[in-house]
């Protein structure tokens, strides 16, 4: 069974900084995606970035320009740099890893960003 734990969340004023990151265990061979989502409360789970194997990464437009996505292969942990962080980033923050066939999902990680 694959694991995937969250960690780097917390409550930061606006404009802050935040680095998530999200180590996968288990019986890995090799991740085809790494990525994160978020929801916040009463919303839909949204996507926020992607880095895939071949090394490119895709943002959300909400996020470009401010959040960057990183992966250590050997560590097999995904990186999200949160910079200049809004008050509608607000939100639980989810890691997914594609191993395929199979999708797996984080149990998240509150980001709360407040004066």
């Known amino acids: 069974q694959v694991q995937l734990v969250e960690s780097g969340g917390g409550l930061v004023q606006p404009g802050g900084s935040l680095r998530l990151s999200c180590a996968a265990s288990?019986?890995?061979?090799?991740?085809?995606?790494m990525g994160w989502y978020r929801q916040a409360p009463g919303k839909q789970r949204e996507f926020v970035a992607h880095?895939?194997?071949?090394?490119?990464?895709v943002y959300a437009d909400s996020v470009k320009g401010r959040f960057t996505i990183s992966r250590d292969n050997a560590k097999k942990t995904v990186y999200l740099q949160m910079n200049s962080l809004k008050p509608e980033d607000t939100a639980v923050y989810y890691c997914?890893?594609?191993?395929?066939?199979?999708?797996?999902w984080g149990p998240g990680t509150q980001v709360t960003v407040s004066a």
């Open positions: 997914k890893v594609t191993i395929a066939p199979r999708e797996y």
């Open positions: 288990g019986r890995i061979f090799s991740i085809n995606t």
């Open positions: 880095s895939h194997s071949g090394g490119s990464t």
